[in-house]
């Protein structure tokens, strides 16, 4: 594979060490997968993803903007895809809720386009240089009315470089805002990583493919035909909804096939979209359903279980919607519990208690003071659970 | 980390147990100071000296929201196979260039860890069951290179000589790919001073 890696930025990641910043790792794989266009406006825990940006792209040729606000920012990425351009912008929660109307638009103008929600903790201002999940439902319905949505979640500095990929991938072939979630401890870590390496990162839903036809993908079918400004012929582009002309319509049937196609291109390519890791599959009585940082600490748990002979599997989500339907399922049917640790009131755990209970029990376990939860925690739970749910 | 995690040792692998630092496979690191003292560098030098050693590092920082002064760490874990949980679970050598570092994070210290701190801001530091080095590091910078600043990448020296984590050759790479550019004989020089430090002449107990 070729990759358009940026010599400069590579010359200053210490060839020997590979020492990378998540932030950074965004920002290569974002250079790596064809994204020439990045509009923003700096935020903490997420602004070195765009210092990056601004000091990189110039040099191979791509336009950096830095714009007054986060509205600016996405709806000058939203014009850049439209021409055709492969855009991304990087924020953090507050910049995020600024942007929700335009990711609706992206998503009915059918505009391919990455934004990376660098998670701090809220709501509002909240606590800047503190880690959270508390964006993972905004995530999904931030926008209005009933839009398809895939949201990633990277929990350590080679998700942050492949997710990036993916996402870029994912955007270009169903023509649709993609969100990839962090928060800041996998933003501003520092971790030993070689992007070289990235394919030892396999997952067992079986990886994206980095290879045949990766920067420009085929568009999956149920996508309208692109109106690309700048070419021949007269594109319309509108958040209203419309034909295959581009141009408005009330006509119900037209407006539900309209919507329809929009949910559909998402959710019947869950076996493409979806991205998982099951840890110690079908060994475990119970199951640790994790995501982002504290899917590392429910690893690190399953390390702990293991030694006191505690039966675990994890179930490691790198693909948090379209919902992994399939995979939750069949966890659900095996175990007598899910428990699912993250860094707010219990979002996912809603989600997958909706998909798992007439299998099993879901158990949320939700933390909010601006720590990440710690292996031991999560198997002093698991050891006070265990047991107390038969399985059905 | 509270009190209640730092007592669970969660991490700490058997084989590891009263074993040098040098030799151990995982290894949890807190560096402690306040905002300006580059205590986040040190860190990231320190993580990227142990990454040229072959090891799996992860380095992760807490500090206010404050540009200067307030509190500020750096925390580095150097570990044989790959890190799963990212921060801290206690401290197996703690470097506190402040006494207020030094007060807040001592609890967290293992048995059989190391505690290094600087005796020009701390006359008699906390009692715990670590070997405890006190060293003017500030001073001793500025006799070395004429310029207090530099007491970071002597205390890194110092830490590398006293504990034999990293090879020096590894933190004298990574010292001059990290620091500013035209200041690399300087902290070369405080560097060295530190390594040479004789453990017995600074030992606390």
């Known amino acids: ?392 | 980390m509270t009190d209640a995690q730092a007592q669970t040792d969660g991490m700490v692998i058997a084989s590891d147990a009263g074993k040098p630092l040098a030799e151990r496979h995982f290894l949890e690191v807190r560096f402690g100071g306040s905002g300006g003292q580059g205590v986040i560098l040190m860190g990231v030098i320190l993580a990227v000296a142990a990454t040229r050693d072959h090891r799996y590092v992860v380095q992760t920082q807490s500090y206010g929201p404050e540009a200067r002064g307030g509190y500020s760490r750096s925390d580095v874990i150097i570990a044989r196979n790959p890190v799963d949980y990212p921060q801290l679970t206690g401290i197996d050598l703690l470097v506190a260039l402040s006494a207020e570092a030094a007060q807040k994070y001592t609890g967290f210290v293992r048995s059989h860890g190391v505690f290094i701190f600087d005796s020009g801001v701390l006359a008699t530091p906390p009692r715990i069951t670590a070997d405890t080095y006190g060293v003017p590091f500030a001073k001793l910078a500025l006799e070395a290179t004429g310029r207090a600043q530099t007491a970071n990448i002597l205390t890194l020296g110092a830490v590398v000589g006293l504990t034999g984590i990293i090879s020096p050759d590894s933190l004298e790479k990574a010292v001059l790919s990290m620091v500013p550019k035209g200041t690399e004989e300087m902290n070369q020089a405080a560097m060295r001073r530190g390594l040479e430090l004789d453990g017995e002449e600074w030992r606390v107990r």
């Not at chain 1, 250079?31 to 997420?46: H, K, M, N, Q, W």
């Not at chain 1, 999904?140 to 009933?146: E, F, I, K």
Request: contains cysteine.
């Open chain 1, 1 to 392: 594979m070729e990759l358009w890696h940026s010599h400069i930025l590579r010359e200053t990641i210490d060839q020997d060490s590979l020492l990378v910043q998540g932030n950074r790792a965004c920002a290569l794989g974002a250079l790596d997968s064809g994204v020439r266009f990045f509009a923003g406006y700096p935020i903490t825990p997420s602004s070195e993803i765009m210092e990056t940006m601004a000091r990189e792209l110039p040099l191979v040729g791509g336009v950096f903007l830095q714009m007054e606000d986060e509205i600016a920012s996405i709806c000058a990425c939203i014009g850049a895809s439209l021409t055709g351009e492969v855009a991304m912008t990087a924020t953090s929660g507050p910049g995020f809720s600024l942007m929700q109307e335009a990711i609706g638009y992206a998503a009915v103008a059918e505009a391919p386009l990455v934004v990376v929600d660098v998670m701090r903790m809220g709501p509002s201002t909240g606590r800047p240089t503190t880690p959270s999940q508390g964006d993972v439902m905004q995530a999904r319905w931030g926008t209005h009315g009933d839009h398809p949505a895939i949201v990633l979640a990277a929990s350590n500095v080679a998700d942050m470089y492949r997710l990036t990929m993916a996402a870029v991938r994912f955007a270009q072939r169903f023509r649709t805002p993609v969100t990839l979630l962090a928060d800041e401890v996998v933003g501003h870590m520092r971790e030993s990583f070689a992007p070289e390496l990235v394919g030892r990162y396999r997952l067992t839903s079986g990886d994206f493919d980095f290879t045949e036809g990766y920067l420009r993908p085929d568009m999956v079918r149920e996508v309208h035909p692109p109106h690309t400004l700048g070419r021949k012929g007269h594109p319309h582009v509108t958040g209203l909804i419309h034909d295959d002309t581009g141009f408005p319509t009330n006509d119900p049937k037209k407006s539900e096939q309209f919507l329809l196609q929009l949910h559909d291109k998402v959710v019947h390519h869950r076996d493409e979209l979806c991205l998982y890791d099951v840890k110690n599959e079908g060994k475990g009585r119970v199951c640790i359903v994790a995501y982002g940082s504290c899917a590392r600490s429910a690893r690190a748990a399953l390390k702990l279980a293991k030694e006191e002979g505690l039966p675990v599997e994890v179930l490691h989500l790198y693909t948090l919607f379209p919902l992994p339907v399939e995979i939750i399922q069949a966890v659900a049917r095996r175990c007598e519990f899910i428990l699912i640790p993250e860094l707010n009131l219990g979002q996912y755990a809603r989600e997958v208690r909706k998909m798992a209970e007439n299998w099993t029990t879901v158990i949320s376990m939700g933390k909010i003071d601006g720590t990440l939860i710690t292996p031991r925690e999560i198997l002093d739970r698991l050891e006070e659970l265990i047991g107390k749910y038969e399985s059905i």
